[in-house]
Each structure stands twice: as structure tokens, then as C-alpha cells.
Nanobody
Framework: QVQLVESGGGLVQIGDSLRLLCAVSGRASSNFDMGWFRQAPGNEREFVAAIRRNGEKTWYGAFLKDRFTISRDNAKNTMYLQINDLRPEDTAVYYC??????????????????WGQGTQVTVSS
């Protein structure tokens, strides 16, 4: 059974940095293309970033690329999201997701087969 577990969230100050982790278990992470989404209170879940299973290509949501960096270490079955210069509008629950199919649209939620429970990021002003 595939499980995704996020960690690394917390309460931070404006301008701080965080590194979120997504640990994959049940199957090797190299079997999955993966992504990060986030959902702020009262908003729909939105695409943040995605990375191919071999790590060779990445995608980012509009307006996010400069402060966000997605990466992965398949030897550790872990995906990361580095967020720099955190702002109040980054406050959200961050979810990781995994796609096992070869047909994949990285920005589309319905193209992911597995989801984690989320990790809360709160940026205090």
C-alpha cells in the first residue's frame, strides 16, 4: 500500500524559509511522478510544483517559481519543497501527491493517484 507522509511545516515569520518533505512508502518513489499542491482557508486547492519520476523536469505554478524549489532523492524515497522568503499568502496546508501512470498532466489534481494528509504552513505577520 502506497503512503505519502508530509512533514516540515510549522509556524514561521515573514521572510523565513522552510523545507517540506514528502516520504513515500509501499513502493519506490522512482515509480512516481510527484507534485505539491496547497490549499489556503476558503480557497480551492492549487498546484504548486511537480517533478518527473527521474527528476529531470520540473513545473511550477504561476508566480511561484522564484521562491519555490522542488526536488527529490529517490534513494531516500523522499521529495522536497524548499520555500524561501515566506509571505502570509503562503499560509496553507501543503499536500504531496504521486502519479503512477505514464499519462500525466502535472498541474491537474485528477492525474494523481495517491495523496498525503498534508502539512500546515502558517506565516505570521
Amino acid at each position: 500500500q502506497v503512503q505519502l507522509v508530509e512533514s516540515g511545516g510549522g509556524l514561521v515569520q515573514i521572510g523565513d524559509s522552510l523545507r517540506l518533505l514528502c516520504a513515500v512508502s509501499g513502493r519506490a518513489s522512482s515509480n512516481f511522478d510527484m507534485g505539491w499542491f496547497r490549499q489556503a482557508p476558503g480557497n480551492e486547492r492549487e498546484f504548486v510544483a511537480a517533478i518527473r519520476r527521474n527528476g529531470e523536469k520540473t513545473w511550477y505554478g504561476a508566480f511561484l517559481k522564484d521562491r519555490f524549489t522542488i526536488s527529490r532523492d529517490n534513494a531516500k524515497n523522499t521529495m522536497y519543497l524548499q520555500i524561501n522568503d515566506l509571505r502570509p499568502e503562503d499560509t496553507a496546508v501543503y499536500y504531496c501527491a504521486a502519479n503512477a501512470d505514464t499519462d500525466w498532466l502535472p498541474r491537474r489534481e485528477y492525474h494523481y493517484d495517491y495523496w498525503g494528509q498534508g502539512t500546515q504552513v502558517t506565516v505570521s505577520s
